[in-house]
């Protein structure tokens, strides 16, 4: 784990101002391919991860999910077949925050762990919950 991943993210304040572009290439240096773009006039943090198939592209927008619920900080996820997009930044501040680039980090780290192996699991008769096989 890297040690950007390893930081906990800060609780943001409406209101709170978006990292400095400064900030941002000194952030940017620690995190790899990630690309820097702006969209509806917000800079994000967006990267393409690829996988063999659906399922593995699932179970890893599942672990992001994951990852982004406990420390209450959320990307968008377009999850297709063999492929999720993540794309990280800060409502609050309207544009990049250092959480953003905490939960980039983390987003690699989670990509690493999976390896080429994709996951494999059924879905319980409750439809609701996956059973590691």
């Known amino acids: 784990m890297t040690e950007l991943a390893q930081q906990k993210c800060q609780p943001c304040q ?12 000194a952030l940017q ?5 990630w690309n820097l773009l702006e969209y509806e ?10 996988f063999a198939n659906f399922q593995g592209a699932i179970a890893f927008t599942n672990a992001v999910g994951e ?6 900080h959320h990307p968008a996820l377009l999850t297709e077949w063999g492929k999720v997009t993540v794309s990280w930044w ?8 250092q959480n953003d680039f905490i939960m980039a980090a983390r987003t690699d780290d989670i990509y ?15 439809g609701l919950t996956f059973l590691a096989k």
């Open 90 to 97: 800060t409502h609050d501040v309207g544009g990049l925050h």
């Open 14 to 25: 409406s209101g709170s101002s978006p990292i400095t572009a400064e900030e941002i290439t």
């Open 41 to 50: 006039g917000i800079p994000r943090l967006q990267k393409l991860y690829k």
């Open 67 to 72: 990852a982004a619920e406990k420390e209450g």
């Open 112 to 126: 690493r762990k999976f390896g080429s192996k994709t996951p494999s699991f059924s879905v319980a008769e409750d």
């Open 29 to 33: 240096a620690k995190i790899t391919d």
